[in-house]
């Protein structure tokens, strides 16, 4: 819907109305889940609890379904970390780190593409550089504004990227999940009970 895909979360949510949020989707068939950073929008139905989930990405639900072949040697975890990046022609940029693992993370909000197979160099922003240096990492996947970025050898032992993933990982273990009932509506393949989609993102 205007570029955008929605999930309706039925339960309680301690976050305000477009508070951004990362959200793991459990995928039907994989052991890979899915990551995505949205934003809360809140509902004003009193009859029915729950918050939209905005995504700005219309092909959210493709890439769930695309998963089911994804296999990873290391899980990813959510992160949200500034990060400036260096590339082999020596162009410089500044993205966000969206997801983190043993071996490599994921690069989001990219001002320009980047090329499958050369090597970065990144860095984390506001620390010193002895905790900072993620060290060179090689370009695997690129996905409109996103690129995934393995280290290889040593590099997947590198202090701050094991520093990243430990962070990621308390993180994570505040996480609040929900699981349908089995008495929703979506158990038997039905949709479940939802209120009126929200506006044109603001």
Known sequence: MDGRSLFFYP??????DGQWIFVEFAVAGSDVPCLARGRVRAQSSSKIVGSWLEFPAPDLPVIMRNLAQTRRAHERL?????????????????????????????LSGLPFLLNAGEDLSIEMVGMPRAQSDLGKGHVVWVRAQEAGIH????????????????QAVAVRSTAIEFVHPDSCSCRNGERPLEPQLPGTGR
């Not at 339960?11 to 305000?16: A, D, F, I, N, T």
Request: proline letters at 6%.
């Open 11 to 16: 339960s309680e949510l301690p976050h305000r």
């Open 78 to 106: 959510p992160i949200d970390v500034t990060a400036s990046v260096r590339c082999a022609d020596g162009a410089k940029l500044v993205c966000r780190i969206a997801d983190v693992s043993v071996d490599g993370l994921r």
């Open 151 to 166: 280290f290889r050898g040593r590099g997947s032992r590198n202090p701050s990227l094991v520093k990243l993933v430990e």
